[in-house]
């Protein structure tokens, strides 16, 4: 008897076979060609959202990027604020929109705005960013509550140690709250780290910090009275 298959014999297997397992092949060529089309249709979507994205945030630094000591005028604020807005409407969670948030921050505080320039960097935070952009939203929400006379919730904001990029201007957002709280030795003692951790290369940076220093050692010295100048006489 031979152990091969006739030709009508292997035809009828085939016959079985399509009949059994036919319709689970087709609908797994159907289910993976669908899977392939969706994604490769996803991943052209988020190209294009990223393109214009980029293109949006483009045109917002170019608006802003005004000739050194001239301001935006209102026309020009009017629209920078619109598309920092749009960005943070369909680019959630990215840097376009965590940095547009920023843009609208500092926009708010020029205004004299503390409230919405609170609610755009707590924003960012609760956007989840990379460690760098979380550590720049926590020090200058800790700048606005200074502003804003809350001084426990700027604290609270510097409450994590920063990485060595952020060390110096941790320090001194720190000191200026200790400062406004009347403790001037730690106030001092953050100042110094300040200068201590700041860049060699931000000389005008480092000048600040120490006329901020040099600011609390005067004012520990008490002014000389008629009456002291002539005891010392």
């Not at 969706?38 to 045109?59: D, G, I, L, P």
């Not at 956007?127 to 800790?142: E, M």
């Amino acid at each position: 008897m031979s152990v091969h298959l006739t030709e009508e014999e292997q035809l009828e297997v085939l016959k079985r076979w399509w009949k059994d397992y036919g319709k689970t092949v087709i609908t797994g060529i159907v289910a993976a060609v669908a899977l392939y089309f969706a994604w490769t249709t996803w991943q052209e979507k988020q190209r294009n959202k990223a393109e214009s994205a980029s293109a949006h945030y483009e045109e917002l630094i170019k608006i802003l990027n005004v000739e050194q000591g001239k301001t935006l005028s209102e026309a020009d604020k009017a629209n920078a604020e619109h598309i920092a807005n749009e960005l943070k409407e369909k680019n959630g969670k990215t840097l376009y929109a965590q940095g547009a948030a920023f843009y609208l921050a500092k926009s708010a505080v020029d205004a004299g705005n503390l409230d919405k320039a609170v609610t755009e960097l707590q924003w960012i935070l609760a956007s989840k960013p990379d460690i760098a952009t979380a550590q720049l939203a926590h020090a200058r929400l800790a700048r606005v509550y200074v502003a804003k006379g809350a001084y426990p919730e700027a604290l609270a904001q510097l409450s994590e140690e920063p990485s060595k990029a952020f060390a110096s201007e941790y320090a001194e957002v720190r000191g200026d709250i200790l400062k406004a709280q009347g403790n001037k030795d730690a106030a001092a003692t953050a100042y110094k780290k300040a200068l201590e951790t700041t860049d060699p290369q931000q000389q005008e940076r480092a000048m600040v910090l120490q006329m901020k220093a040099d600011e609390l050692k005067s004012a520990d010295v008490a002014p000389a009275t008629p009456a002291t100048q002539e005891k010392a006489q």
